[in-house]
């Protein structure tokens, strides 16, 4: 068999083309493609509602490929173990309720269940802005408007593209970039105890793995948080290389928002 390169091309743009379409209109977008969000995605597939996640960098998997300080192991509770076992994802004890997993492994298996159950993974796309409405006198986020991020850190003046959903999730992590977003550019309060976003206090991981689920929820109509970005809005610690809170609060999420949608 020879190769043509019109044929490669033509099959990356439209099978590219399909994904994108698709993703016009969806039951959840989640912005960041971290732990959380893979976990909320994963059991969203599995309740057939459709997810699409948008993962600003080049690789999709957050913070878990680095492990701690580049030491590519993480630390899991023995809590969570129960959707680790359903994920597939292998681990081992180290002592009392403290398990380990690689953290490369973890990743990978994350990115490869919620993908073959049918989430949508579009990387080195980032959401710049959403869209809103208005609704009995209300303002409801109702959708993500996005660009590809190379466009962004050129500072190119290039329009964006805007993609409407059910519900939109800030996965972004320790900026919470969503949740800053929509308060700043609405003028709105969110759920938060300032109203805005007031950042994460210093690390103290036993109570940041504790509220890192806790603080998962509608933070305004149609927007929800969730991961590290959930304690950065509640202004709860941060918990280092240890991802047991970040996992319970993916299917957590999950939970809720198939409550909601379904």
Not at 49 to 69: H, Q, R, T
Not at 161 to 168: E, Q, T
Not at 184 to 212: F, H, R
């Amino acid at each position: 068999m020879k190769l043509d390169e019109r044929i490669i091309s033509q099959a990356i743009i439209e099978k590219y083309y399909n994904k994108l379409k698709s993703a016009i209109d969806t039951d959840v977008i989640l912005v960041g493609a971290g732990p959380s969000n893979l976990v909320a995605s994963y059991y969203l597939s599995q309740a057939k509602l459709k997810a699409v996640i948008f993962e600003s960098k080049l690789a999709p998997g957050g913070g878990v490929w680095g492990g701690g300080m580049m030491f590519n192991e993480v630390v899991v509770q023995k809590s969570c173990l129960p959707i680790l076992d359903e994920i597939g994802v292998a681990y081992s004890h180290y002592q009392d309720e403290y398990y380990t997993t690689d953290s490369v492994h973890l990743a990978s298996m994350l990115i490869a269940k919620t993908t073959l159950l049918g989430t949508t993974i579009f990387n080195l796309v980032k959401v710049v802005d959403v869209m809103f409405r208005e609704k009995k006198g209300k303002k409801l986020v109702c959708g993500a408007v996005i660009q590809y991020s190379p466009i962004e850190h050129l500072g190119l003046h290039v329009d964006p593209l805007a993609v409407h959903s059910k519900a939109l999730v800030d996965g972004t992590g320790h900026p919470a970039e969503i949740c800053g977003l929509v308060t700043k550019k609405l003028g709105i309060k969110i759920a938060s105890p300032t109203g805005s976003v007031p950042g994460e206090q210093s690390m103290y991981a036993d109570l940041g793995e504790e509220t890192v689920v806790k603080n998962t929820t509608e933070v305004f109509q149609g927007l929800w948080v969730v991961g590290m970005a959930a304690n950065n809005v509640m202004a709860t610690p941060r918990m280092g290389p240890v991802f047991g809170g970040m996992i319970q609060g993916g299917k957590f999420l999950a939970d809720q928002l198939i409550k909601k949608l379904k």
